[in-house]
């Protein structure tokens, strides 16, 4: 099995167990919004780099910014928790930046 699958299928793991979780059982964080971005961001490049071309890999950032949306619709069905579009902005953004992380060594 290549790295990309256990790292992709491990932080998919994490970020399910963080996103789902009650909030009485997590700690503040001061930064969620960057935990959001990076967790969101590695995870799609994870899944970006198992895949060739362009428009494969535009669908699977697609598929991965649909899955944090779904994990966000999820969220009202956990005690404590809610959509937030912030949350979703932070997915995006990191999702996004990992498109130009995949991108950048075919341009030029």
Do not use: Y
């Not at 790295?3 to 009485?24: D, M, Q």
């Amino acid at each position: 099995m290549r790295w990309e699958v256990i790292l992709l299928l491990a932080s998919a793991l994490g970020i399910a167990i963080g996103c789902l979780t009650p909030v009485g059982k997590l700690p503040i964080l001061p930064h969620d919004k960057l935990l959001h971005f990076g967790c969101f961001g590695f995870a799609a490049w994870l899944a970006g780099r198992l895949v060739d071309g362009l428009w494969p890999t535009v669908a699977v950032l697609a598929a991965v910014l649909a899955a944090s949306w779904g994990i966000e619709l999820l969220q009202k069905l956990v005690p404590g928790r809610t959509f937030c579009w912030r949350d979703m902005a932070a997915n995006a953004a990191g999702i996004a930046a990992a498109g130009v992380a995949l991108a950048a060594p075919h341009i030029g």
